[in-house]
C-alpha cells in the first residue's frame, strides 16, 4: 500500500502548496501558452513526439477526466526542447469517449505542438492549474528518465520533480496535459532577439 501511495501524486491547487523552489514558481505559474514562453527563452524550439497510442491512464489522473477507476484513454507524450535540450516531459491523455469533433486535431498533431492547438482555438475552455512534487517512483518520472536515457541524456540527479497540469475542455470532450519541469528549464534565458523592436 505504501508503494502505491509513492506512485501517486497529490495535487494542489495553489503552487505554494508544493514548496517549488523561487525560480521554478516562474514557469509552474505561468499563464498562457508554456510553448509560447518556451519558444521566448530558446533559439530553437521544438516538439519530440515520444508517442501517441491508447493506454490505460494513471491513478491519480483517473478522476480529474471523469473516470471512476484506471481506464483506456489516448495518451501522448512529448518532450519539449529548447536549442535541443529537454526542458519540458509533457503528458497528455484523452477519454475514449471524445471523438474528432471534440479535439479534431489531436490524432494528427504528430511533432507540432498542443499547446498552440488549444491556445489557438476559442472553443477550448481552460481549467485551473494544479501543481504537485513527484517522486522518482511515480510513473511519469521514470518516463520522463527513460526519454532521456533513450536520447543519450543523463536523467536528472534530483528525487523531486515538479509539476503541473490542466484539464482542458471542448464541446464534450474532455484533455488532461500534465507537464514535469526538468531541472534544465533553468537554465533558460529570454530570448534577445524576442525582445528587440
Known sequence: MREQSLRQANWHGHVLAVNAPQPL?????????????????????????????????LRD???????HRPGRVWEREVLLRCDNTPVVFAHTVVPMSADASDWPLFSALGERSLGTT????????????????LRASHPLV??????????????????LLYARRCLYKRREGTLLVTEVFLPQVLALRPNKMMNTR
Request: proline share 4%; hydrophobic share 40%; charged share 25%.
Open 25 to 57: 514558481r516562474h514557469w509552474l505559474t505561468g499563464g498562457g501558452s508554456l510553448t509560447a514562453k518556451l519558444k521566448a527563452h530558446s533559439g530553437t524550439f521544438r516538439v519530440q513526439r515520444l508517442h501517441q497510442e491508447t493506454a490505460i491512464c
Open 61 to 67: 489522473e483517473a478522476a480529474a477526466i471523469g473516470l
Open 118 to 133: 488549444l491556445f489557438g482555438d476559442p472553443m477550448v475552455r481552460r481549467g485551473e492549474l494544479e501543481f504537485a512534487r
Open 142 to 159: 521514470q518516463r520522463a528518465r527513460a526519454a532521456l536515457e533513450r536520447n543519450g541524456i543523463a536523467p536528472p540527479d534530483e528525487q
